[in-house]
């Protein structure tokens, strides 16, 4: 029999606390829904089991407790049953923790331990309401008279899963992560517990463990920090994300029954990361952010969402724009104002120049090239606002700098190193950002000229990882890295202070910072370097598990070369995101931008509450860059919904999509002329379709 020994209620999530041998586990479940108490004791009765256990008298116990403060200080001894090596959860660590005290604090409940040389352990749960998430924060301090040597330590470790089953749940469990890659970020993958060889042993044992993360500082790349599991007989989700601003790691595992989620800081083994804590001082692992629903995968992700919002989002979405795929870094101040024209007309409010505004003899330095503009960026900021009521964007890749001879580089002693050695990743080398002299160097050159050149949006680039480590005072390069990297994150959010009214798109080679922190931390982030290929509205799509739809910028470009079928693929797939403009608008003609400009004012048309709806996504394909057949993306409230549907490599032009419910009607329709829609009873039938085109349909009730 299970025991819990505690319960905390918010946002339509019971937070289960159990004890079993001192060691406090955690759990969660939808409101309502009752935990199986009466779990099975063992496997001894397995025909697998059952002589062994006889003849040697012994048990294998189908439950064992596995703590939600998960850490290990070097010379403690590893987890057994073949964990050493997979990950470093259950060290003897875990079991000196003892429970002192749990408090609930309304919307917050926090859990203390502490060992008995007086090491304290702190886990707050945060709730805000309206939210169907729980923050998790955890901090490690070091009250004993020595210094210890940390070589794990997780934000946090969700366990007992599946709660509703009083066994291993056989063919029933499934796990969601994301794969992500340069122009192809934010991959859903789905597996079976047995696809995966996590199948429980016959002796309830043996450690069975997927460690994922990065160790780089491109820290959104090969996966995402996130995963869900789902139990598919109950319908019922568990999902969690680590807010991975630094290099990051989660683990799913299971020893018996129960799956674990656990994840914050990257390991010694998985990443060389330690750190010495010496007595007095306090580690603070990242935020993490956990949810259990009732429903689909899509919506357990999405309800993680809230976390990156931090401002109010426009009641109409309205369009950016980036000279990136106008330009490609050959900037012509004349034609830029041409193009700003165009954009204004479609309800651009902020119009960004990309790479190529400052000159390349000088870097580190952000010299404004006079041959690009002659009078001076705030001339154009001031021309494309009294002109057209633009405010103006800029690109800077403050992080990294490219010096063609370092023996001429003045800033060589800010530059990061490993082993004494410059780090190089490609051409680039890193600023520290530990160095007052960094701080005060990039204060001037960034933030200074954003206000002097009356600049009001900022595209941080960043298009290098550093590997995995730098010199540093802490006990580890990972750590040194860690510690290099949120000194960088304070100096992104120093520029927002600087600047009053600076909207920050975060973009990292696209989206190898597509992670909740970095999320949160800017006004937009770039899900993609995918600018104009056919793979757009598959990433867009996918990327709406993982970034909020205000957030997300979407590639939107635009050619002169474009006939309706092209125009419409490319403006439905903005529509999945925040759009942002590009390419060739000056070279449109008037019936390709009145064609243009019924998507625009279709996309301003879609509510908050819509842009935060229910979110289906049918596909018919896995390649995306030669994919085949079509994708519905659906969004839903009770009296709204947004359908989007691309066709790709296909001879049907006609599909029938089966809605959620009846009392529909068609609210706003944007496609290719020849295409036509009609309601029949729960089916919205589109017709007329051609191969690589798209269509937006808006319905109410």
């Known amino acids: 029999m299970l025991n819990v020994i505690r319960k905390w209620t918010v946002g339509g999530m019971d937070v289960l606390f159990f004890e079993q041998d001192d060691i406090v586990c955690m759990g969660m479940l939808p409101s309502g829904m009752q935990a199986v108490l009466d779990h099975r004791d063992n496997v001894d009765g397995s025909i697998a089991s059952r002589s062994i ?89 070091n009250g004993s008279q020595r210094t210890i040597r940390v070589e794990m330590f997780s934000s946090f470790s969700l366990g007992m899963i599946s709660l509703l ?70 319908g019922v989700v568990w999902a969690a994300a680590v807010e991975a601003l630094t290099p990051w790691q989660m683990e799913v595992s299971r020893y018996s029954d129960f799956v674990n989620i656990s994840g914050g800081l990257p390991d010694r083994e998985f990443a060389g990361w330690f750190v010495d804590l010496k007595p007095g001082e306090t580690l603070t692992a990242p935020a993490a952010i956990m949810t259990v629903c009732k429903g689909t995968f899509a919506r357990a992700a999405r309800n993680l969402l809230a976390y990156q919002r931090t401002f109010e989002p426009n009641a109409r979405p309205l369009p950016v724009f980036s000279d990136w795929c106008t330009s490609w870094g050959k900037i012509k101040e004349e034609r830029l104002l041409k193009v700003a024209e165009v954009a204004a007309s479609l309800g651009v409010t902020h119009f960004s120049v990309d790479a190529g505004w400052f000159r390349g003899d000088a870097p580190g330095e952000w010299e404004l090239d006079k041959k690009v503009f002659p009078h001076s960026f705030k001339h154009f900021s001031d021309e494309i606002s009294k002109r057209f009521g633009l405010k103006s964007g800029i690109w800077f890749e403050f992080e990294t700098v490219t010096p063609p001879n370092l023996e001429n580089f003045q800033h060589k002693e800010q530059l990061l190193t490993l082993d004494g050695n410059i780090i190089i990743s490609g051409e680039r080398r890193f ?96 899900c993609s370097d995918a600018h104009e290929g056919v793979e757009i509205p598959i990433l867009a799509a996918d990327a709406m598990l993982l970034c909020d739809y205000d957030k997300a910028l979407v590639w939107t470009t635009l050619r002169p070369t474009d006939d309706e079928s092209r125009l419409s693929y490319s403006m439905c797939a903005g529509l999945l995101g925040q759009m942002q403009l590009s390419g060739d608008l000056d070279l449109l003609n008037e019936v390709q931008l009145g064609f243009v400009r019924k998507f625009t004012d279709f996309y301003t048309g879609i509510s908050v509450p819509l842009r935060r709806g229910e979110l289906t996504i049918q596909r018919m394909t896995k390649n995306r860059t030669c994919p085949k057949g079509t994708q519905v993306v659906m969004l839903e409230t009770e ?53 690589f085109s798209a269509a937006a349909i808006r319905l109410k009730r």
């Not at 926090?110 to 955890?138: H, M, N, P, R, W």
């Not at 009083?166 to 934010?186: C, M, N, Q």
């Not at 950002?433 to 990039?442: A, D, G, M, Y």
Request: with cysteine; hydrophobic share 35%.
């Open 53 to 141: 256990c006889q003849t040697l008298d012994i048990s294998f116990k189908a439950f064992n407790p596995e703590s939600m403060l998960q850490v290990k200080f070097a010379g403690d001894a590893y987890f057994g049953h073949s964990g050493a090596g997979s990950d470093m959860r259950n060290a003897t660590t875990c079991t000196c923790f003892k429970l002192q005290s749990q408090r609930n604090d309304g919307n917050s409940f926090v859990s203390e331990f502490a060992t008995e040389d007086g090491i304290k352990a702190t886990q707050k749960l945060l709730y805000k309401d309206g939210t169907e998430y729980i923050e998790c924060q955890s901090s490690l301090y």
């Open 165 to 234: 089953h009083d066994d291993d749940a056989p063919d029933v469990l499934k796990l969601h992560r994301f794969a992500t890659f340069w122009s192809s970020e934010a991959r859903h993958l789905e597996d079976s517990f047995e696809d995966l060889g996590m199948d429980m042993s016959w002796q309830a044992g043996g450690v069975r463990c997927l460690r994922f993360g990065q160790r780089s500082s491109s820290v959104a790349k090969e996966y995402a920090p996130f995963a869900a599991v789902e139990d598919t007989a109950n």
């Open 431 to 526: 600023w520290d950002f530990r160095q007052p002299e960094t701080i005060t160097h990039l204060t001037h050159k960034v933030a200074d000229f954003l206000k002097e050149n009356h600049v009001g949006y900022l595209k941080v680039d960043y298009n290098a990882p550093i590997p995995f480590g730098t010199d540093g005072a802490l006990a580890s390069p990972a750590a040194n890295l860690q510690e290099v990297l949120n000194c960088a994150a304070d100096f992104h959010r120093r520029l927002r202070q600087l600047v009053p009214g600076l909207r920050i798109e975060e973009c990292a080679s696209g989206g190898t910072r597509m992670t909740p922190g970095w999320i949160r931390m800017g006004d937009y982030l770039s």
């Open 639 to 691: 009296d709204e919904a947004l359908v989007v549907v691309h066709f790709f490599d296909t001879q049907e032009t006609s599909i029938s999509i089966e809605l959620p419910s009846d009392n529909w009607q068609i609210a706003d329709f944007a496609s290719i002329s020849q295409a036509k829609n009609c309601i029949c009873r729960h089916t919205l039938q589109l017709s007329g379709m051609e191969q």
